[in-house]
């Protein structure tokens, strides 16, 4: 499985990775709380995904991007997580915090926000939910480490792209990169291998390839 992003073009997918529709659900109190599918492609050996926001047949590529010339110059750097990061250290946990890989997808402020419950890790409830908004981050922005291991507590994820929507505010947002799928640039440098990333597919973020929450601009 692989993801190669076009030059001024389109992600091109390849090594059948399933396709998904996935939307952000809010709780009784309106704090996104979980995952819900809502749609699975049929499966694909490849196929071309949309990154210039304006094909008329998304998710997929129909050729919008030569027609407007999109400027698809890649910025993302290829630092490992940590570089840059905000670390909050809690009592039995430790949250390392990349700002720049947010996308809002709004998981991390309930009950306090993940950063309070960090620092109140010694509680089983309050570490249980810092956990619970951690691996609900799509991007990898917030990841959690458990101070008594020193391991990184990551999600199990499917190997699959997710195309995320948020009902609740008419957006469609990211492409979310699930389960350690390689993505290679144009020029064929590979970026750092995460199990959770996020691709930008409104073609407006400074930091392509990936989603630099720029989205929620309108």
């Not at 309070?116 to 908004?133: C, F, G, M, Q, W």
């Not at 750092?192 to 996020?198: H, K, L």
């Amino acid at each position: 499985m692989k993801i190669a992003v076009g030059r001024n073009g389109p992600y091109f997918v390849t090594g059948g990775v399933p396709l998904i529709t996935a939307e952000i659900c809010k709780d009784e109190e309106g704090y996104c709380r979980k995952w819900r599918e809502v749609k699975r492609y049929p499966l694909r050996g490849r196929y071309a995904l949309c990154r210039c926001g304006h094909s008329e047949n998304k998710p997929f590529c129909d050729g919008t991007h030569a027609k407007i010339r999109f400027d698809g110059t890649e910025a993302g750097d290829n630092d490992p997580h940590g570089e840059g990061a905000n670390v909050i250290r809690g009592p039995a946990l430790t949250l390392t915090d990349n700002k720049h890989l947010c996308v809002h997808a709004g998981f991390c402020i309930r009950a306090g926000g993940i950063w309070n419950l960090v620092r109140k890790s010694e509680n089983p409830e309050a570490r249980d939910t810092a956990i619970e908004e951690a691996c609900n981050c799509p991007s990898g922005r917030l990841v959690i480490c458990d101070n008594a291991t020193g391991e990184a507590i990551e999600p199990e994820l499917e190997k699959s792209i997710v195309l995320v929507e948020c009902p609740s505010r008419g957006e469609q947002v990211p492409l979310w990169v699930r389960g350690g799928i390689p993505i290679e640039s144009s020029d064929g440098r590979q970026y750092g291998i995460r199990n959770r990333v996020t691709l930008c597919r409104c073609g407006k973020s400074k930091n392509k390839p990936f989603c630099d929450g720029s989205h929620v601009e309108g």
